[in-house]
């Protein structure tokens, strides 16, 4: 039997009451909201308030190919209760030509890192980030290589790596 | 201040600059090849004499596109891939994989099922443990402790190559089922392993959990409060080590873990010591599991049903039955498998390491739209700098280690 987890409408229904209407949806027994960008921030730091202290993980998912996708990137940030073990998704949709969303590392400081890996890899923005470096990809790369349109096999940059010799080390 | 001399006269060597205590610093690089990285991640330590003053982590030498790659393979493709994020225990990570497309598909596994990828899940928690808190000691000085632990592995490995002829990278997993049934075999080799260990693990307790040394090397060192666990997104033995009481087999059972009694292993202490003791009391514990649910393993089929359209049917029922020749052929047809829904789902299990879950989006295809892999390591190599300041250069082997940091599955 698959678990269920907690309930929590009490959460939403706040929610709604402090900030408005939001979109919400249920599947597998996981609830999604989708909150408006401009307010990520303000939303995401009232769901720690009450009580949603861990952030599982940033994310992204680039809808290029995706059927009926309205927007090009949609962000996943996965909050969970050490307490109550309530879990929440949040997504925040962004767009081209310069997807931009603000940081939560003043939150929770794991976003750090998994915001600057999304850097990395989707070209996200992160606005008011510490230290917005490339993660994986080393700093010469320029493209976003987990983007839709970014080619499985690369696009030859690896050839182009600056060769470093001894006596240049 | 002037000098006088005879040859120039009289000098003002002027102001001068001044020399600031940052100025002093030494620059070290730790890695990206050195033997107590374990693997090839790098360290810019910033040291005053021999006190870490900060340190700088580098990742991405191992990055090879894993989640690149989980868009263009098919669900069941995939996991041999996942074999190679965390190399220590790749039965955890096949585990977590299937889980996550399971949980996508709406798939129910049968008992059979739920109760193996429990055992071999407990088994690869052992495994890993028995490596993590190896290293530890060996990195510490303590050299029979590390080949006390690694025998033992090589008794898991031995019971993951009867079971699917694979030592290392197993891939057994397969969606709504595993590729081999247990066979009496595997269970009398789990049935002695149940036996033997807790002998070994006792020696190793024996050895190391009171030695001088290794105490002093290991208590105080990289201590992580519990608020700071949270608010850095530590989880699995970390965590716990640190009194976060989160455990995701207790908090949101999966598999068969709502069946099975055991206890969740924490410390308050969240020390170097107190992940090594967290590490070997949850090596305990899993062992328990493995022997309720190898006892109380459920008879019956191992993948789920032909109906289903998900998992291989037999040869049998293959070459005996319309349906199943019907099913084997619709899966083996590329766009007649499963199916899949437009939607995204995650799910998480309680790897060794944390909380390994998987983000899974489908479009309908028969792979993943993306395939978001939540590595554990990742945040708890982040974190590590916080750990290491104002300790000593020979202290950041111990704290590297007990943070168990695999950069496969850092860097995917």
């Known amino acids: 039997m698959p678990f269920t987890p907690p309930p929590i409408d009490d959460i939403l229904a706040a929610l709604a009451e402090r900030f408005g209407p939001v979109e919400s949806s249920v599947f597998r027994g996981q609830t999604r909201i989708v909150v408006p960008e401009e307010r990520s921030l303000e939303t995401l730091g009232w769901l720690k308030g009450r009580g949603f202290d861990l952030l599982v993980d ?37 767009d081209d030509p310069r997807p931009t969303v603000r940081s939560v590392v003043p939150l929770w400081e794991a976003a750090n890192w998994l915001e600057r890996e999304v850097w990395d890899m989707f070209g996200i923005h992160f606005e008011g980030h510490p230290d917005l470096r490339r993660l994986l990809m080393p700093e010469e790369f320029t493209a976003h290589p987990l983007r839709k349109d970014y080619p499985l096999q690369g696009r030859g940059e690896r050839h182009n790596f600056p060769v470093i010799t001894r006596d240049h080390s | ?136 000691g060996l990195d510490t000085g303590a050299f029979t402790f590390f080949l006390y632990g690694f025998y033992q592995r090589e008794v898991i490995y031995d019971i993951f190559e009867t079971l699917c002829g694979a030592r290392f990278t197993n891939s057994y997993t397969r969606v709504g089922g595993v590729s081999q049934d247990f066979t009496p075999l595997v269970i009398e080799k789990i049935r002695t392993f149940v036996k033997t260990f807790p002998k070994t693990l006792d020696d190793m307790e024996r050895l190391l959990t009171r030695n001088r040394i290794f105490v002093d090397r290991t208590k105080g060192v990289g201590v992580l409060t519990k608020e700071e666990a949270i608010n850095r997104g530590a989880t699995g033995p970390v965590a716990r080590a640190s009194g976060v009481t989160r455990d995701l087999r207790k908090d949101e059972p999966y598999l068969a873990y709502a069946d099975l009694q055991f206890q969740v292993c924490c410390a308050s202490a969240g020390d170097c010591y107190a992940r090594y003791l967290v590490r070997m009391q949850e090596m305990r514990e899993s062992l328990r599991i493995v022997a ?70 489908g479009d309908g295809g028969e792979s993943a739209y993306r395939a978001r892999c939540r590595p554990p390591a990742l945040l708890h190599f982040a974190m590590f700098p916080h750990l290491i300041r104002g300790h000593t250069l020979s202290d950041v082997v111990a704290v590297l280690g007990s943070l168990n940091i695999i950069a496969a599955e850092l860097d995917r």
């Open chain 1, 58 to 94: 940033v994310t992204c998912v680039d809808y290029l190919e995706y059927p009926d996708a309205k927007h090009r990137y949609g962000l996943v940030y996965l909050l969970a209760s050490t307490a109550t073990n309530q879990r929440l998704t949040v997504r925040v949709f962004v």
């Open chain 2, 1 to 136: 201040m002037s000098i006088a001399s005879p040859e120039y006269g009289t000098i003002d060597p002027g102001p001068g600059p001044a020399a600031r205590s940052e100025d002093y610093l030494w620059t070290l690089n730790f890695g990206p090849q050195h033997p107590a990285t374990h693997t090839t991640l790098r360290l810019v330590l910033k040291l005053e004499g021999e006190r870490v003053v900060d340190a700088l982590p580098e990742m991405g030498y191992l990055h090879s596109g894993f989640e690149k790659i989980g868009e263009h393979l098919t669900f069941n493709q995939y996991v041999t891939v996942t074999d190679r994020m965390n190399y220590i225990s790749p039965m955890a990570n096949n585990v977590a994989w299937h889980h996550a497309v399971e949980t996508l598909l709406g798939i129910e596994l049968t008992p059979r099922c739920s109760y193996i990828r429990t055992i071999i899940a407990e088994l690869a928690r052992i495994s890993d443990h028995l490596l993590c808190n190896g290293a530890v």
């Open chain 2, 292 to 361: 309720q649910a190898l006892e109380n393993l459920p008879a019956g089929p191992v993948n789920v049903g032909i109906d289903q359209r998900t998992a291989l049917p037999t040869k049998k029922q293959v070459y005996s039955t319309i349906e199943g020749t019907i099913s084997h052929f619709e899966l083996s047809m590329s766009n007649r498998g499963f199916e899949v829904p437009n939607e995204e789902s995650y799910a998480a299990i309680e790897a060794p390491n944390g909380e390994l879950g998987f983000y899974v989006a």
